[in-house]
């Protein structure tokens, strides 16, 4: 669904490491500058969040994240096998006289509740993560995921962080690298993924697998190509072959890689690059408006 004047956007990558993060909290710097307080940075990266790093939000409001695992009242089990078979993700198992529960490879879907004859299993809650909220010192509103140590479910988590998209403000959301259900939970609640590559023969395959998975999804996407100047052109050519559009070039830099390291994004240490990459959101809003504007 295509948020009015102020399109949810997402940014991606097919892979960690290439700027994306940078990328996302640079953007929504920028565009705070020329809308103050209407922009929302959500960090779904629930595994590794970083753009707390970048961003340094003061942290007013945590929500546990809980799923729905089984609990097996043994006195009332007949260890008839059945939650067993049924479980298509091997986390609860009959041996013997014991019912074992592995909660962390458990997907919360509840047909071993469903399918036990005699209504031995409970359906218990259990914390899987949080959802934190704040308030960067100039003024962005702050989301970001944070999975529970050890836990393996990041998806639960990820859907509950892109939740957080207020339609009434500039959303930016950082989403995890890769294209698994968590990228995809991330970006589906976007109207258009920024996919963020570096020009290498590594950048390129991976930017291929997300730019497929969009394509599935009938996501727009554009590219942004980190570290221009090294590498290969092949993912030029491939999105130009493909006609995918190239939103921005940030070029290999040291002094951009420094700042980086220093903890500071993009719009903090170089306000040259502020107008270009408000230019890269009105791109983005330009392209959505014509593309309903196409097909009214
Ligand atoms: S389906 Fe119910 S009764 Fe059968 S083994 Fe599982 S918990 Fe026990
Ligand atoms: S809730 Fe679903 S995934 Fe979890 S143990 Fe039961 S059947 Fe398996």
Redesign the pocket.
Known sequence: MLHADRPTVSVAAGKGGTGKTLFATSLAVALNEVQPGQVQLIDCDVEEPNADILLHPQIAEREPVKVLVPE?DLD?????????QECQFSA?A?IRDA?LTFPDLCAACGV?AY????G??AEVERQVGIVERGMSPEGIHFVQGRLSVGDQRATPVTKATARMVDVNMISILDAPPGTACPMQESIESSDYCILVTEPTPFGLANLQDAVETCRRMELPCGVVINRDGIGTPGVTDYCTAEGIDILLRIPQDRSIAEAYARGETLAHSFPQWRDELVDVYDAVCKFLRSESTLTT
Do not use: D, F, S, Y
């Open positions: 097996v009332t089990c007949t260890r008839c096998g059945r939650c067993a609860i009959v019912v071993c399918v036990c004859p005699v031995a299993i």
